[in-house]
């Protein structure tokens, strides 16, 4: 299904390795610091398998115009703290200090760039591989190493520079690793099999359910966060403006495919029957027919759709979650997230379900629920596993076939 040649394939001994990584982090801008970083924590024993190599980790925080726009000095930092050999860090990122610290990097040792987003052309998409393969950054640092490893799973949808630009490509441990569950997933998946779906990126969330569904791998699909807004919207349900707001583009551009969907897969859409809202710092349950009278926003699923969602999930052989239920940054609005990831870490354990988690926000609230540990697997990738899942030939993939050294 994936074509490609990883870093088994080739000897690594004592060879310069450029790898391109996905850390980026949730950071607590006010005071300096990493919240979580279960993306670090997934490359360290990526890189103690590379400890007879001399790696350069390339990778991106956020992007810029954002808060958490930020250097990846931090990033270094953490990987020093949990990687038992030296991590050196440079504030540029093919500049003559960049240039000099790979020159000068030693087997074992590990040297991380600086924020690559921090080069106005990364952000750009190139859907001509050779047009980025052209590019400064590119023909710069490209002589300087042996090998140049794909392993930003988590930005795999982005036809960036240094995910697509280089001269070949192969995939590392936690690509390898990716595409080991992607597989499972999509060739035979054991049922039933359902989505839990919440979060943002709504229209994204739905096109990806409607694909499984048509292609009759999905049994059932439980819809919360803006997903569930947008299909409630679309079959006539008024969320009120505060919900309605966030999806409205949305709502206009596909309503009608929306809706019949809806129709066509009713019975498998599951949509919240309560909702939570913020009454003065407590938890308030409302039901779907009193949403417009409150016009609020709702941050999380109630206990009727906890408990309904969790009765489907403790019966299922594949679970797939992508997007939290809820704004779980807020305490109050964090117990339904806690509790689906929960009930697909008991389903893994006592029922030998697959549960796999989509990274991102996600792959975070499993990490602060307390049974990230016990569930399957907990992708790197949110939005990169989306668009896979939605059957998309996303750019890394594209690469690393078509540039096996």
Known sequence: MFDYKSYKDVDLKGKKILMRVDINSNIDVENNRIRESPRIHALIPSLEELKESAVVIMAHQSRPGKKDFTSLELHAEEIRKLLDRPVKYVEDIFGEKAINAIKNLKVGEVLVLNNVRMWELETKQFKDFSEAANLEMIKILSPLFDYFIADAFGAAHRAQPSIIGWPTLIAGPTTVKEFEYMTKI??????????????????????????????????????????????????????????RGAIVKDLEKAKDDIKETYEKFKDKIILPTDLVIDDNGSRKAIGIDELKDYNAVTGDIGPKTTDEFTEIIMNAKTIIANGPPGIFEKEVFRKGTFDMVKAMAEAAKSRGALSVIGGGEMGTAAEMSGYAQEVSFISTGGGAMLEILSGKDVPMVRALREKKP
């Open 186 to 243: 999509l060739e035979s998946p054991e049922k039933p099999m359902i989505m839990l779906i919440g979060g943002a990126k709504a229209i994204d969330k739905f096109k990806a359910m409607k694909f499984n569904f048509e292609n009759e791998k999905l049994d059932y699909a439980l819809c919360s966060g803006l997903t569930a807004i947008l299909i409630l919207e679309a079959i006539g349900v008024d969320t009120g403006e505060a919900n």
